[in-house]
């Protein structure tokens, strides 16, 4: 067999031919100075929430079709990813599941859609709604068994999420909360996972994004989303504006945007996007 | 050490240009931990100049957004984890590895060992996920939660079994059959030559596929991220929820700011810390 | 007699671990190709995928995944052989300088992915400026995965039979010339060992190429462009996205077939290479 003799040479070139072909494609990011003809042209870097990521990464993905020579990248990372790096000019613009705080008024934000946030049960709990007060002494572990609150004879698992997550911090300004107070029995990261523990244990209660929730309840997983302050957990309601519990899901730029971002920013708030939007099931901001 | 000896030193002039080559591919890889640990410092410095290290075990819990900031609960956690990995994993994975070399037919143990190299390539995800969606409920019927220190556990034992099975396969494979020659003149049984003859000749190679297992069962994130339950806490039982050190990195990690930021990377350098340790109690037994 | 019977313990415990191991494989498996099969087709492996990654396919994605593995590989395997070699064969084992490498190996192993995934981003995209590309991934990747194949090709190394060394000598053979024809395809099985769990790693590895390499879905036209790698999209479709199952677990069956292919490819063309090099059965 001579011709393992040819292979590894051949290897050698093949990687080294894709090598070059890369180093000798235009890399850096400059969209401000790419912008020199009427069409836009040019890259934008987007980094940040996780949550955001693949509806800005869609929207992207039209916006592309669009404008031929424009390329959005979208990346992940987390919230306060896409503050830093928009900061540091590492990322053209910031993806943010929350409004921004008070020592990130520097930056502008810019709203591209809403979420809620949705107390959910397993579908096999027979209890059809808890008071905000209820809710509480669950959380800070006062109320233990189900059978405190007329449901089953069961000890209550409790999943709340990691510190820091801006849903959390949703939820305990909401419920008046100490995040210190609350004590958990199992603690996660993304929305899914919070959903899929419920599925798991018949006898834990959670919160997770209404989008979420609401999609895989109308696909057969077995959660029910919990009404708050009488209002049903739905998109629609969030829309309307009934639902007490909702957070907007922002764009931040550090100054004011370029011709480029603020024409992708424009298209993000527009009503073109309307059904992307709803199809990752969050709430436009258009009506 | 055949190779080093002066006689054949030195004989063609262009090997020395090939061993200083080597010494320097060598000294980079050795470099690349060094930058790890510099980068893990220099992001951890800001809070450690600002409250130095002792607060980081004896704080009165991991609240970071309350400046609160003790970490042992989860060094507990992680070593917890670990151990109960690397004491099932052990024992596992080597009696496979002697399985494959001196108790199967070939073409079985051919089949075997590429599920073993399958096991080896399985994304962490999907561990986790088949972890979160099966092996928890399933502990939550033995005793609620189930996300929790025994799920971390066996997943991460199936994750770090391959690197120990297929390293001591290789090592029982590179015992000169003189060795096994000698054990049957002897008359000894299979498992006798085994225990006798194979284990002391390997327990170099055994070491190393110990360490490799180990270092991975430290490192691994996502996987016990999803099934252990992720509260912060010494742990009482096997049922009880716990959180790792690194799940707790990749947990907070995507929206924590300035001190909590630092904080995460402080537990990156406890880490490191931590495996330093283990790796230098190896190298003294190895000696 | 004693030894008989302890014997016979030991076999029916082996087989039995066996089964044990094999069973708890075989469980996870069943479970990914029972929701994986059906999604799998011709169409899913070669389109794109739409509706963040509900719908269409993979074929940008098992293209960026290709040329990530490629790089690791293609730069931790020539770094990584060499080191061996310094180590097992051109420097004394108690040498202080051997020593700090291996100890640095040992530790680096030991370092959690998400660690490398931020040190990736800061070292390879930010300061030596490569950004959100495949090179970067590639190159983090290939930092995990040298521990591994270090030691393992050392340990294959050292085991090589001193004879060959002295036969060599004895014969004047220069050292590259023992090394190439005698000791390192008698260390294949364990270059190979540590090939495979290399690249175990490193298809299985995403928490290190989500800030390195990046989200971006589409297909990738250089190195530098970013690409999702096959697990960070498993990751993506289970945990970020809902509705995304049924395709995270027929990605997940894809790689697990990729998986499988390539185990097959590097243990044959190793085996060959040791046969074909020593003339042994």
Redesign the interface.
């Given at each position: 067999m001579k011709y393992i003799k040819l292979l590894v040479p051949i290897a050698i070139s093949i990687m080294t031919a894709i090598a070059v072909q890369s180093c000798s494609s235009p890399s850096k990011t400059q969209s401000k100075s790419a912008a020199s003809t009427n069409a836009l042209a040019g890259k934008l870097v987007l980094t940040g929430s996780s949550t955001v990521a693949p509806l800005l990464s869609e929207i992207g993905k039209l916006y592309e079709l669009k404008h031929s020579g424009v390329r959005i990248d979208v990346q992940s990372g987390g919230s306060s990813r896409g503050i830093a790096d928009t900061r540091q000019d590492v990322a053209d613009i910031g993806m943010v599941s929350r409004s921004l705080k008070e020592n990130e008024k520097d930056l502008q934000s810019f709203t591209v859609a809403r979420d809620g946030i949705s107390v959910i049960l397993h579908k096999e709990n027979p209890i059809p709604t808890l008071s905000n007060q209820q809710i509480v002494d669950i959380y800070t572990k006062k109320t233990t068994n189900w059978n405190q609150v007329g449901g089953k004879d069961a000890l209550i698992t409790v999943v709340n999420k990691a510190e820091g997550r801006s849903t959390l911090e949703l939820f305990a300004q909401f419920f008046k909360l100490k995040t210190t107070d609350i004590k958990a029995d199992v603690v996660i990261g993304d929305n899914e996972q919070g959903i899929k523990t419920v599925v798991g244990n018949p006898n834990a209660i959670g919160y997770v994004s209404v989008g979420s929730a609401e999609f895989s309840a109308n696909n057969g997983t077995p959660i029910k989303l919990l009404p708050t302050n009488g209002v049903t957990a739905t998109i629609s309601n969030i829309s309307n504006q009934t639902f007490p519990i909702s957070r907007p899901l922002n764009l931040v730029t550090k100054t004011t945007p370029t011709e480029l971002q603020k024409d992708f920013i424009d298209f993000a708030r527009s009503q073109e996007v309307y059904d992307i939007v709803k199809a990752q099931y969050f709430v436009p901001i258009q009506p | 050490?055949?190779?080093?000896?002066p006689n054949?030193l030195f004989?063609?002039n262009?090997?020395q240009a090939?061993?200083w080559?080597?010494?320097s591919?060598?000294?980079?890889?050795?470099?690349?931990?060094?930058?790890?640990f510099g980068?893990?410092l220099w992001?951890a410095m800001p809070l450690l100049n600002k409250i130095g290290l002792p607060r980081f075990f004896h704080d009165a819990?991991w609240?970071?957004?309350?400046q609160e900031f003790n970490l042992s609960p989860m060094l507990w956690g992680t070593m917890l984890v670990m151990f109960g990995a690397v004491s099932l994993a052990t024992?596992?994975g080597i009696?496979?590895a002697?399985?494959m070399q001196y108790?199967?037919s070939p073409m079985i143990a051919q089949i075997?060992?590429?599920?073993?190299?399958?096991?080896?390539?399985?994304?962490?995800?999907?561990?986790g996920?088949?972890g979160?969606?099966?092996l928890?409920?399933l502990i939550?019927k033995l005793h609620?939660?189930?996300?929790s220190l025994l799920a971390g556990i066996l997943i991460l034992t199936?994750m770090i079994?391959?690197?120990i099975a297929?390293?001591a396969?290789?090592?029982f494979?590179?015992?000169?059959s003189a060795y096994l020659r000698g054990a049957v003149a002897l008359g000894?049984?299979?498992?006798?030559m085994i225990r006798g003859v194979i284990f002391p000749a390997t327990k170099?190679?055994l070491i190393?596929g110990v360490?490799?297992e180990?270092?991975?069962a430290?490192?691994?994130?996502?996987a016990v991220?999803?099934v252990c339950?992720?509260?912060?806490q010494v742990p009482n039982n096997l049922f009880a929820?716990v959180?790792t050190?690194?799940a707790n990195?990749?947990?907070?990690?995507?929206?924590?700011?300035d001190d909590?930021?630092a904080a995460l990377f402080v537990s990156?350098l406890v880490?490191?810390a931590?495996?330093?340790g283990?790796?230098?109690i190896?190298?003294v037994i190895r000696e | 007699m004693n030894s008989q019977h302890s014997d016979r313990v030991m076999t029916i415990l082996i087989w039995l671990v066996a089964s044990l191991v094999i069973g708890a494989l075989f469980w996870l498996l069943s479970d990914i190709l029972q929701h994986g099969l059906g999604q799998l087709n011709w169409q899913f492996l070669t389109t794109t995928p739409r509706n963040a990654g509900r719908e269409g396919g993979i074929a940008p994605i098992l293209i960026s995944t290709a040329l990530i593995i490629l790089v690791c590989l293609g730069v931790s395997f020539p770094l990584g052989v060499g080191t061996a070699i310094l180590l097992a064969e051109f420097s004394s084992q108690s040498s202080v300088f051997s020593r700090l490498v291996r100890l640095s190996l040992d530790v680096l192993a030991g370092v959690p992915s998400i660690a490398f995934g931020l040190f990736g981003n800061a070292f390879f995209s930010k300061t030596l400026g490569l950004g959100f590309s495949i090179l970067s991934g590639g190159l983090t990747l290939a930092c995990m995965v040298l521990p591994i194949l270090i030691r393992s090709t050392q340990e294959g190394l050292r085991s090589a039979p001193e004879d060959y060394r002295r036969s060599g000598a004895a014969l004047g053979l220069s050292r590259t010339a023992i090394l190439w024809k005698l000791l390192l395809p008698a260390a294949m099985p364990a270059l190979v060992v540590g090939i495979l769990l290399g690249l175990g790693r490193a298809i299985a590895e995403t928490a290190a190429l989500i800030f390195t390499s990046g989200y971006v879905d589409r297909m990738p036209s250089s190195l530098l462009d970013s690409g999702r790698a096959l697990s960070v999209h498993i990751f993506d479709l289970a945990m970020n996205i809902s509705g995304g199952e049924s395709h995270a677990y027929a990605s997940a069956l894809t790689l697990v077939i990729i998986l499988v292919v390539i185990n097959s490819i590097i243990s044959w063309l190793g085996e060959w290479f040791r046969r074909d090099r020593l003339q042994l059965l």
């Open positions: - | 050490m055949t190779l080093l000896k054949i004989q063609f262009r090997e090939f061993v080559g080597l010494r591919l060598a000294v980079l890889s050795g470099a690349i931990v060094l930058l790890i980068f893990l992001e819990s609240h970071p957004t309350s024992p596992l009696l496979s002697v399985f108790y199967a075997y060992r590429r599920l073993i190299e399958l096991l080896a390539g399985i994304p962490s995800v999907v561990y996920f088949w979160l969606v099966v928890v409920p939550g609620p939660p189930g996300a199936m079994l391959p690197t297929l390293v396969e290789a090592s494979a590179n015992v000169p000894l049984g299979r498992w006798a170099s190679g190393t360490i490799l180990t270092g991975r430290i490192g691994e994130t996502m991220l999803m339950g992720n509260v912060v929820p959180r050190l690194t990195i990749a947990l907070e990690m995507a929206y924590a700011v909590h930021r990156g880490l490191m931590l495996i330093l283990l790796v230098t190896a190298e | -």
